[in-house]
């Protein structure tokens, strides 16, 4: 069972900006644990899309954004391409469960 | 460039026993933690275990808590996770992961392996 929650999908037209939003508890994201996001594309493996609440690793495009607040993170992509259809996943540490926490997934659309 | 392959899944009937491994090539193996990952048909990613650099500490997710065993051999470059008195909501896509040190995520994934548990 989850500890992180995201919404279940977002959707938006090409060249909009979308919004993903991961809430977590005083145990996780406001204990101060970082908050990090993975993309996967239809039948391949999770990537790492953003690390450190905000931090890109090489390659990813910079319309990928991230931001974290109180208990709350949250992913930006802007100029939303076909491409970017995929479904996202937050992902932090838990203090009480001594072990890594993943969101509950939102699967972006692309009208 | 970064590798991580997978084996070792298939079908396995409620109560036995699997091994899964991941070779792992494109960097100094000895100097990471490493963690399995899983994911249920249809759903989200759980986090399974994970190892650190030489083989210690280990930590596992409750839900498989006393049944798996996650190892390492630094010589052979491999990652693996025992798996015993198996059930059925096991069945899943075990993927290794690669942790980034320093820090409590995974910067590169293997392609997965698939476990079904049925009877």
């Known amino acids: 069972q989850s500890v992180l929650t995201q919404p279940p999908s977002v959707s938006g037209a090409p060249g909009q900006r979308v919004t993903i939003s991961c809430t977590g508890s005083s145990a996780n994201i406001g204990a101060g644990h970082d908050v990090h996001w993975y993309q996967q594309l239809p039948g391949t493996a999770p990537k790492l899309l953003i690390y450190g609440n905000s931090n890109r690793p090489s390659g990813v495009p910079d319309r990928f954004s991230g931001s974290k607040s109180g208990t709350s993170a949250s992913l930006a992509i802007s100029g939303l391409q076909a491409e970017d259809e995929a479904d996202y996943y937050c992902q932090s540490y838990d203090n009480s469960l001594s072990g890594y926490v993943f969101g509950t997934g939102t699967k972006v659309t692309v009208l | 460039e970064v590798h991580l392959v997978e084996s070792g899944g298939g079908l396995v009937q409620p109560g036995g026993s699997l091994r899964l491994s991941c070779a792992a090539s494109?960097?100094?193996?000895?100097?990471?933690?490493m963690s399995w990952v899983r994911q249920a048909p249809g759903k989200g990613l759980e986090w399974v275990s994970i190892?650190?650099?030489?083989?210690?500490?280990?930590y596992y997710a409750d839900s498989v808590k006393g049944r798996f065993t996650i190892s390492r051999d630094n010589s052979k470059n491999t990652l693996y996770l025992q798996m015993n008195s198996l059930r059925v909501e096991d069945t899943a896509v075990y993927y290794c992961?690669?942790?980034?040190?320093?820090?409590?995520?995974?910067?590169?994934w293997g392609q997965g392996t698939l476990v079904t548990v049925s009877s």
């Open positions: 190892i650190g650099s030489s083989g210690v500490p280990t």
């Open positions: 494109g960097f100094t193996f000895s100097n990471y933690g």
């Open positions: 992961a690669k942790k980034y040190t320093g820090s409590y995520h995974f910067d590169y």
